[in-house]
């Protein structure tokens, strides 16, 4: 149960003013519910505003704020054309304010004709005339007084502005109270760290490294305890020996023999598997390095040992793909194998539910489905958990707790993280490295092309299906655009089938998942030749006859998302091309990347440049693409600090490993604040 002095922090946002159902939406998108979380939704950067008696006083490119009339209305009759308000300065001075998308009915509430408003924003020169894009109404409460204003600009998602959100982060941050201290009081007199409500509250004024670092610290902390206590709780736990006695395993076909890295990872597996306390492996393998014959092979381990083993799939596409996978592979064990995902429903899930419980059905891969409260296993004694970088590994490993012994875990993993980021994200799980790739693959060839060359690109399509090969095509989607890249991903599946015909397909991670499976489908049973996505292919889909991937705007993805991507392609013997598209307007980071993933593919090469890239400058350090399970920390926070966290961690439980002391309970509070409060559960059970 969460302390209840946290209660306040855990509030739903409801009650703030300004949160009514019309925020909610775009709120929710940005996983802002809570006063926690909006406290906890720090800014970007700030910016320094000027305020200004007259417009021609303020320089092209300034950030101002201003006193306006509104005086005429113009455009925004189509989606195309932006919606401008003419307005004028006290001196008579005229400027547009400009709206595009559909922000034009909101843009006339805020702004009435012939009522004065203040403004801020960047001042712009278009043409003869000033304008200013996207302009904020903010309060006139003594703005003309100050002079010089500061303002937080925080991350957004679409139907919210700066003025908005701002406004329910303030009232947000009126419930800041103090807490007890959980840092170690000598490394936070180091460090000249704030208190935590104070480090809070300077975070969201202004440029303040040090309460920053804090608050990331903070998350780091609870992330390197929460795993150290799994972990712990791991060693305690009592687990299941599995010998196999190999009767299954040489019944397998497999179409080709293992790569050295593959023997070395089941022979690693088998000998964690006849200890009494539970496996906690990760096997680390690029795209394509073989993953899922080593996940077979340790499954039936289980199996031969009279026991039953699951694998857990992040999507429903996945799932169904292993499922289909396993089940060829099994044919001449005579293994039984299920799919299970929260799409079964009636019938064929009561018999499922009954062959698990019964033990008749000895294998199941499905979604996490698989961990509902109403699925018994008669002796589940090996997870495998695929591709669970976009989970915390922890939350993951508590799922598979819950049995009367705990289960031994291996968790699969293509993202070829940092070493820091590995202590991050999995702490001190023991370790397999597929290095290896299976023979006769052959290297992507890899071009940047500019996004203008579209119709070379389409000719390039052209012959490509002529040899009966088939492609991907990827448009980027992030969450701070999602309605206008949905569009362009469907205009351009428009555009593309005017070209191709109807078997080009649409994929992306707003369709409902039967139409996503048909789609899917198609493309697997070489029915359609084009695959249009948006990134919801980038983990698992195995699709040896699609030789080509065209990735648009290549500049906005990460580069190991990239090599994701690209790692669907070149899974044939067949030689495979990837097009990055890129915008005309590159900055030399976004150059030096792509130029990157031409040169080359290795995977952990890629990874360790790529935080280099990004992690460089930026006072307040960059925001997280989702692939760390950090929201505070930035990736330069990381490298700097979870190496102290980590040890901080490590001190905490060798004198307090119960958290029973004063800085034990402080701990505890830390936890449920990041929630990773099922390292506080793993402690009562223990
Ligand atoms: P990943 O590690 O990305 O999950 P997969 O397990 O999907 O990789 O394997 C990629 C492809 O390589 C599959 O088509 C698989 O059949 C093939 N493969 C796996 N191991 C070998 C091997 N030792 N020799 C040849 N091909 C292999
Ligand atoms: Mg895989």
């Known amino acids: 149960m969460r302390p209840d002095r946290l209660n306040p922090l855990f509030a739903s946002a409801d009650g703030l003013k300004g949160v009514g159902p019309g925020l909610s939406r775009p709120l929710e998108k940005l996983g802002l519910t809570r006063i926690r979380d909006f406290l906890y939704h720090l800014p970007d950067r700030f910016v320094s505003r000027r305020v200004l008696p007259a417009l021609d006083e303020g320089a092209v490119g300034e950030q101002i704020i201003i006193e306006l009339t509104p005086v005429e209305y113009r455009g925004g009759g189509s989606p195309r054309t932006p919606f401008r308000i003419m307005a004028r300065d006290g001196a008579g001075n005229l400027c547009a304010l400009v709206f595009f998308g559909r922000n034009a009915g909101w843009a006339r509430k805020q702004l009435p004709l012939e009522e004065s408003r203040w403004i801020a924003g960047r001042l712009d020169q278009f043409g003869q005339s000033l304008q200013i894009v996207h302009p904020e109404t903010i309060g006139s409460d003594g703005a003309a007084a100050m002079g010089k204003v500061v303002e937080p600009v925080y991350p957004l998602s679409e139907g919210l502005t700066q ?25 936070k007199k180091r460090e000249g760290w704030p208190d935590w409500h104070e480090a809070m509250l300077a975070a969201h004024k202004g440029e303040d490294g040090k309460a920053r670092d804090r608050l990331a610290y903070d998350e780091l902390l609870a992330n390197s305890l929460a795993l150290m206590l799994v972990r712990a709780s791991n060693r305690r736990a009592a687990g299941q020996v599995l010998r196999g006695d190999g009767r299954l395993r040489s019944r397998l076909s497999l179409p080709f023999a293992l790569t050295g890295a593959q023997a070395r ?48 799939a992040p999507t429903e596409i996945l799932a169904r793909q292993h499922f289909e996978t396993l089940r060829r592979m099994l044919a001449p064990t005579g293994v039984t194998i299920a799919l299970l995902t929260g799409r079964d429903k009636g019938k064929a899930r009561e018999g499922i539910l009954m062959g698990l419980m019964d033990g008749s059905i000895q294998m199941v891969v499905g979604t996490h489905a698989i961990f509902q409260d109403a699925v018994v296993y008669k002796d589940l004694a090996l997870v495998v958990i695929d591709e669970q970088h976009r989970f915390g590994v922890g939350q993951r490993l508590m799922l598979t707790q ?76 992030v969450r701070e655009s999602e309605t206008a890249d949905l569009a362009a ?19 992306h991670g707003q369709m409902k998942p039967e139409a996503k499976d048909a789609a899917m489908e198609r493309f697997s049973r070489n029915e359609a030749k084009l695959l249009v996505a948006t990134t919801v292919i980038e983990v698992g889909v195995d699709v040896p006859n699609a030789t080509l991937m065209v990735i648009e705007q290549a500049e906005r993805f990460g580069l190991a998302q990239l090599h994701q991507l690209r ?14 598209l890129r915008g005309d307007t590159l900055s030399e980071v976004a150059r ?9 593919q290795d995977g952990f090469r890629l990874a360790e440049e790529d935080l280099r890239l990004r992690g460089g400058g ?65 402690l009562r059970g223990g």
């Open 618 to 682: 930026e006072l307040l350090g960059t925001r997280q693409s989702g692939d760390t399970p950090f929201r505070v920390a930035s990736l330069e926070q990381i490298q700097r600090l979870l190496p102290l966290a980590h040890d901080d961690a490590r001190l905490l439980m060798e004198r307090d490993g119960g958290l029973v002391g004063d800085r034990g309970e402080a701990a505890r509070l830390l936890l449920y604040l990041f929630e990773r409060d099922w390292g506080v559960q793993l």
């Open 592 to 600: 030096e990347r792509l130029a990157l993933m031409r040169e080359t």
């Open 402 to 477: 819950k049995g009367r012994r705990t289960p031994h875990c291996l968790a699969m993993t293509a993202t070829p993280i940092p070493r820091t980021l590995t202590l991050a994200q999995y702490g001190e799980m023991d370790v397999s490295r597929l290095d290896e790739l299976p023979p006769g693959r052959q290297a992507i060839d890899t071009r940047v092309v500019a996004q203008e060359r579209l119709g070379d690109v389409a000719a390039a399509l052209r012959r490509h299906f002529e040899t009966g090969q088939q492609a991907y095509w990827v448009c980027p989607m």
């Open 489 to 507: 991903a469907e205009a351009r599946h428009a555009d593309l089938a005017a070209i191709f015909g109807d078997d080009v397909v649409l994929v």
């Open 163 to 187: 003025g908005r959100l701002g406004a329910v982060i303030a009232q947000a941050l009126t419930h800041v109270t103090e807490l007890p201290e959980w840092i170690e009081p000598s490394l």
């Open 567 to 580: 790692g669907r392609v070149g899974r044939g013997s067949e030689k495979s091309v990837c097009l990055l």
């Open 265 to 312: 990872a089941i022979a690693e597996i088998e000998g964690d598997l006849l200890q009494p306390s539970p496996m906690l492996r990760l096997l680390q393998g690029d795209v394509g390095s073989g993953k899922t014959v080593v996940a077979l092979e340790s499954m039936l381990i289980a199996v031969e040992a009279g026991a039953q083993a699951a694998l857990l």
